[in-house]
C-alpha cells in the first residue's frame, strides 16, 4: 500500500482541468489573431482607397490644373495641352474600369499607347463623366468643366462576402484657350 502513495502522476481531474484552461486561452488567442488579420486587412483597403484618390489627384493637378486647350473627344475621351506645349488624353475604358493618362504626341483614334506614353492607369474607376461640356473634336471648351470620377471599392468580410462601396470624385477645370486654331491630333 505504501508503494501506491509515493507514484507520481496526473489524475484525470487534473488533466480535464489543464485541456480547459489551454482550450480557454487558443480560443482566446484565436480570437485575437482573427480580430487583428481583419482590422489589417481594412486598414490596407482603406490605404489603397486613399492612395488611389491620391493618384487620381495627384497626376489631374499636376497636368490637368492649367491648360491651355481641352477637346471633349468624345463619351470617353478628354484631350488637353498643358502650359508646356504637352498633349495628353484621359481615357476611360468601361469594358476594363479603367482609367488610362497619357502622353499623347501621335494620338490614333485606336487609342492604344505605348507603354512609354502612359503617365498614370488606375483601375476600378467605373465611370468618368464630363459635366457642362458636349463632345467635339473640332471646338475647344471655352467655359469650367466638371469631371466626375466614381471609383469602386471592394472590401470583402472574412465571411467571403464582397461588400461593393463607390466614392465619387470631382475635379473643376477651366481653359485658359491661348488656341482655338487646331485640336490636339
Known amino acids: ?9 496526473v489524475t484525470l481531474v487534473e488533466l480535464l482541468a489543464g485541456l480547459a ?23 490596407e483597403q482603406e ?6 484618390n491620391h493618384i487620381l489627384n495627384t ?44 502622353k499623347c504626341n501621335s494620338c490614333s483614334s485606336i487609342k492604344t499607347y505605348s507603354s512609354d506614353a ?15 461640356a458636349s463632345p467635339s473634336q473640332d471646338d475647344p ?3 469650367r468643366i466638371t469631371l466626375l470620377f466614381i471609383l469602386e471599392d471592394i472590401t470583402v468580410r472574412t465571411s467571403g462576402e464582397e461588400i ?8 473643376t477645370v477651366t481653359p485658359l484657350n491661348k488656341n482655338y486654331n487646331k485640336p490636339p491630333n
Open 1 to 9: 500500500m505504501k508503494r501506491l502513495q509515493n507514484q507520481k502522476g
Open 21 to 43: 484552461i489551454g482550450g480557454i486561452i487558443i480560443t482566446l488567442a484565436m480570437s485575437l489573431f482573427i480580430f487583428l488579420f481583419q482590422f489589417v486587412q481594412e486598414q
Open 47 to 52: 490605404i489603397v482607397d486613399r492612395s488611389q
Open 59 to 102: 497626376v489631374l493637378s499636376r497636368n490637368l490644373s492649367s491648360p491651355i486647350t481641352l477637346y471633349y473627344w468624345d463619351s470617353n475621351e478628354l484631350r488637353f495641352k498643358n502650359q508646356d506645349e504637352v498633349i495628353f488624353s484621359i481615357l476611360f475604358d468601361s469594358s476594363l474600369n479603367q482609367l488610362t493618362i497619357a
Open 118 to 132: 502612359i503617365v498614370e492607369k488606375l483601375e476600378n474607376v467605373r465611370d468618368m463623366t464630363v459635366m457642362n
Open 141 to 143: 471648351i471655352r467655359d
Open 164 to 171: 461593393l462601396s463607390e466614392k465619387e470624385i470631382s475635379w
